[in-house]
């Protein structure tokens, strides 16, 4: 097979979030945030915690001679609410605006692309109880912590990603109970926290772009295809639905400032006069998280009746996730035919296998490597066939802590021993790297 090649000044690198592999949650004058309460209640699958993770606030020089030492150019990091606002508002802590000043200053360093996420799922205890996602009180807050997070740093970091994947953050942390924090409150749920957050991160690339010139706006999504399990109407009106909710709620309020006309009537009471315009922002950059397909069928009593079908796949990940490349081939396709070809890059790939230490001390991690280059194919291709595509960062740089499932799934491309910390790069770090230097898969 001939090599497919990626565009010049292509970034290339990983994604990682503050809370899965930072640690030091009571130092420096950190507060508490929903997922440190979802621990504390016990919910995570295998009982660890993110006390320490990897350790990333103390040894981020050691992760980041590995990102330099791939060749990598990019990296996608998130910024803790709360080492920032321990209350969520009110007095900042410099000390945690420090860390960031450190990490920031060793990436440039490094010639390595610093872009900065503002929220993955650590939202600030304080504000959970005042209502978190669940309410407009949210706004102002979140529009504020942009503000002072950026005076401090967007003097050398030029790219901001908003939220990511709000659509998760709504759906299974206030929808169900899978994720902190954990509220269960069914269809109406899910639709408050995805409307909050679309009207907070409008607030929010207003307030940053206002205040500073010559940034790279954008957001991070968590986007799935939705297909039906087959040709059935009900089935394929069930993707339909979970398609809006899922894709649609956060992609077109951001992109276009509509709600889907087939959540008009159960958003009704959510949208206010003016919403519409409010959530919608012209950014320069989407990211977008891509893991497999949503397969849907009708099943009644679930959200939106909308449950998953079989998605008549032949090979899974350690997270019992269909692997299929050529949907994201499609979804950057998409992107091109339907959304005016926006920039766009891919902000997490990845999978979870089982991969374990062999006796050369190595780690070959052979079903990782399939994954990204079936995937990396997919995104070239897209890339030759006119898709705007700018970037690729793997899921991810280290095995982090898993949210619910604790330190049991390891999706790193350098493992991780959570007894001594030690790093060693897998055979996926390698063929990374190779990519990264050639540009060509």
């Not at 605006?97 to 200053?105: A, K, P, S, T």
């Not at 087939?262 to 006069?273: F, G, N, S, T």
Request: aromatic share 12%; hydrophobic share 40%.
């Amino acid at each position: 097979m001939a090599a497919l090649t990626f565009p010049k000044n292509f970034f290339w690198g990983a994604s990682t979030s503050s809370y899965q592999i930072e640690g030091a949650l009571n130092e420096d004058g950190r507060g508490p945030c929903i997922w440190d309460t979802y621990a504390a209640q016990g919910r995570i699958q295998d009982g660890s915690t993110a006390a320490k993770a990897c350790d990333h606030y103390h040894r981020y020089p050691e992760d980041i001679a590995l990102m330099k030492e791939a060749g990598f150019n990019a990296y996608r990091f998130s910024i803790a609410w709360p080492r920032i606002l321990p209350t969520g508002t009110g007095a900042v802590n410099d000390k945690g605006l420090d860390f960031y000043d450190r990490l920031v200053d060793g990436l440039l360093a490094a010639g390595i692309r610093p872009m900065a996420c503002l929220y993955h799922w650590d939202l600030p205890q304080p504000l959970e109880d005042a209502g978190g996602w669940q309410g407009r009180e949210i706004v102002g807050p979140f529009a504020d912590y942009a503000r002072i997070v950026t005076r401090r740093l967007a003097d050398r970091v030029k790219d901001w990603m908003m939220l990511n994947e709000p659509n998760v953050v709504a759906i299974f942390g206030y929808g169900l109970t899978d994720q902190a924090p954990g509220l269960n409150l069914g269809e109406q749920g899910m639709l408050r926290a995805l409307h909050h957050q679309n009207l907070a991160q409008g607030a929010a690339l207003r307030a940053i772009t206002a205040e500073h010139a010559g940034l790279t706006t954008g957001t991070v999504i968590n986007l799935q295809p939705c297909r039906a399990e087959d040709d059935k109407p009900e089935n394929i009106a069930a993707a339909k639905r979970w398609d809006a909710v899922w894709n649609r709620v956060p992609l077109d309020g951001v992109m276009r400032g509509k709600i889907p006309e087939l959540l008009a009537e159960k958003m009704k009471d959510i949208v206010k006069p003016g919403d519409e315009e409010a959530i919608r922002f012209p950014i320069d950059l989407l990211g977008i998280n891509y893991y497999s397909r949503m397969t849907m069928k009708h099943e009644a009593g679930r959200p939106f009746d909308a449950g998953w079908g079989d998605a008549h796949c032949e090979r899974w990940t350690y997270m019992a996730w269909p692997v299929q490349p050529d949907g994201l081939y499609d979804l950057l396709m998409e992107f091109k035919q339907d959304y005016g070809n926006p920039a766009v890059y891919i902000a997490e790939n990845g999978a979870a296998y089982d991969d374990q230490v062999e006796a050369d001390g190595q780690v070959h991690d052979a079903e990782r490597v399939s994954f990204f280059k079936d995937h990396l194919t997919a995104v070239a291709r897209a890339a030759q066939d006119g898709c705007n595509v700018k970037g690729y960062l793997a899921w991810s740089l280290l095995d982090n802590f898993e949210w619910s499932f604790g330190l049991s799934k390891r999706f790193g491309i350098v493992r991780v021993d959570y007894d001594t910390l030690k790093r060693t790069p897998k055979d996926s770090y390698r063929f990374l790297s190779q990519v990264a230097k050639s540009g060509r898969v």
